[in-house]
C-alpha cells in the first residue's frame, strides 16, 4: 500500500506542473519554450526559499523529474559546491550536480535522431 502511496504523490505533484504549464499555454502568450525556462528558474527559486526539498521529499519523481527538479538540483548543486570551493563552486556546482542528466538527455536524444528519420514540419 505505501508503494501505492508513494506512485500516487509522484502522479499527482508532477500532473498539477503539467496542468500548470498547459494553462500557461492555453491562457497567455508565453512560448513553450519561455514556459520550460521559468519552470527551471522556479526551481532554482524555490530551492533557494527552501521550500523545493520539502515537496521533493514528500512527491519523490513527482517533484524531481519536472524542470523544476532540474533548477532545484542546479542550485542544490551550486549551494553545496559554494560551501566546499568558495566562489568558484558557484559556477561550478550546478554543472556537477546536473552532469548525468545533462549526458542522459544528449545521449537518448543522439540515439533517437540515430533510429528515427527526422523530416520537416512543413512537408
Partial sequence: MET???YAKAFIVGGLFCVIGQLLIDYTKLTPARILTSYVV???ILSALGLYQPLADWAG???CVPL???GHNLAK?????????????????GFTAASAGLCAAVFFGLVA?????????GK
Fill in 42 to 44: 522556479a526551481g532554482v
Fill in 68 to 70: 523544476t527538479g532540474f
Fill in 113 to 121: 535522431a540515430l533510429i528515427f528519420k527526422p523530416k520537416d514540419k
Fill in 4 to 6: 501505492l502511496w508513494m
Fill in 61 to 63: 519523481a513527482g517533484a
Fill in 77 to 93: 548543486g551550486m549551494r553545496e559546491a559554494v560551501a566546499e570551493e568558495g566562489l568558484l563552486g558557484a559556477f561550478t556546482g
